[in-house]
Structures are given as C-alpha cells and as structure tokens.
C-alpha cells in the first residue's frame, strides 16, 4: 500500500528551465481548470494546504514543482481550457505547458486529469494525442468519482476510454479527493514509473545536496 512520508512545495516557474532544480524524475499533471490537480496533490501527501485549491478557476499560472519523499517531483501544470482567461493568457499558458514537456529531460510520465462527470474536453483530447505524437508515457486520472454513483462510474470511463483511445482498465485511474479514493493506486504508479529512472542508483538525495544544487546557477538557454 503506498504512502507519502514526506512532500514540500520547491518552487515555480513562469517559464522551463533546464537545470533549474536539481535533476530527479519528474511526474506531471495536466488537465482542464478546475479539474482538480491541487486537491489531488493534497489528497497523495495528506497534507491540506501543500497545494492552493482556489474555488475560481485558472488561477494555477505557473509551473510548480513538489518535492515527494525526496525521490521524484510532481510537476503541477498550468490548467488549460479556462474560457474567460483573456485569449493571450490562455495561449501564454499553452506555450508554458508546451515548453516544460518538449525541454523537461527527466519526465517520465505525464498524468492527464479528467472530471469523471464529463466527456473528455477537446483540450484533453489534443493534450492525449500530443503526448503521443511525441512518445511521452501518460495515464489518465479520472477525479470526483464521488459525484456519481458506481453505476454511472463504469458507463462514464467507458466513455472516457473510446474518446482518449485508451484502455478503460490498464490506463485509467479513479480518484475521489473527497473520499479519498484511489490515492493508493496513484501512488503505487509514482513509485514504479520512478524505478525505471534509477536503475540501482541510490534514489534519495540528502537535505545538503538539494540545498547546494538549488543554490546553483540554473543551465543557460
């Protein structure tokens, strides 16, 4: 069963940077406004407040990257598809977005979040086929599953599934931040997906060495 020990917000980007933190595997989350990636990210680490869950939608503007167990990075990306942004914050945040996936050299998967309720959005469709047009391992995370009663669950990532093209089992995770469900699965995913990138090497870093790779100049463009 797995379980967070220890997570802390790093920091924020307005724009990627290689070798602006130091190098550990990096798990992303996409997903429309509102969607619910804060409260997904305080729901794995037990920790209410790790996150800013804004009852407005659109207000995640920039990059922001959490330090797990000290082992990996979940990356919170900017929510896309908020239709009363301005049309050139909307394109600042695809441009964002676009530039951490296509620079970041240690993602390794990307999770796509989904509201249960709804038919994948055509920004979630074109973030899907992004992902594989260029190779980059995702999965889905279907959230506020307690919304809807069981019954309507397996109908609706029925749905999920013929729009995304994916497999409803194999590549669709259920979550409910509310009742917190499906935090054991996410998290048993994290850490597999992060196993590929060590390979034996020793997977912690200590408090000195992220301290002294923080304080570093970050690599120029």
């Given amino acids: 069963m797995g379980k967070i020990k220890q ?89 964002m977005i676009d530039g951490y996936l296509k620079r970041s050299a240690n993602l390794m998967d990307v999770f796509v979040l989904v509201d249960i309720r709804h038919r994948p959005s055509a920004d979630d469709r074109m973030m899907v086929e992004w992902l594989r047009a260029f190779e980059v391992p995702f999965h889905v995370i279907a959230t506020k599953a307690d919304k809807v009663s069981r019954a309507q669950q397996q109908r609706l990532l029925m749905d999920i599934a013929f729009d995304l093209k994916i497999d409803m089992v194999r590549d669709i995770i259920v979550t409910s931040s509310e009742k917190k469900q499906g935090a054991d699965r996410v998290i048993d995913l994290m850490e597999e997906i992060c196993r590929y990138y060590y390979e034996g090497e020793e997977e912690e870093v200590t408090e000195e060495e992220f301290a002294r790779d923080m304080l570093e100049e970050p690599a120029e463009e």
């Fill in 7 to 95: 997570a802390s917000f790093v920091t924020s980007f307005a724009q990627y940077k290689e070798g602006s933190v130091p190098p550990l595997p990096e798990i992303a989350l996409v997903g429309r406004s509102n969607v619910g990636k804060s409260s997904l990210i305080n729901m794995l680490t037990g920790n209410s407040k790790l996150a800013r869950i804004s009852a407005s939608p659109g207000k995640t503007r920039l990059i922001n990257y959490f330090l797990i167990d000290k082992k990996y990075y979940l990356v919170d990306l900017p929510g896309y598809g908020f239709a009363k942004a301005p049309k050139s914050e909307q394109q600042k945040w695809g441009q």
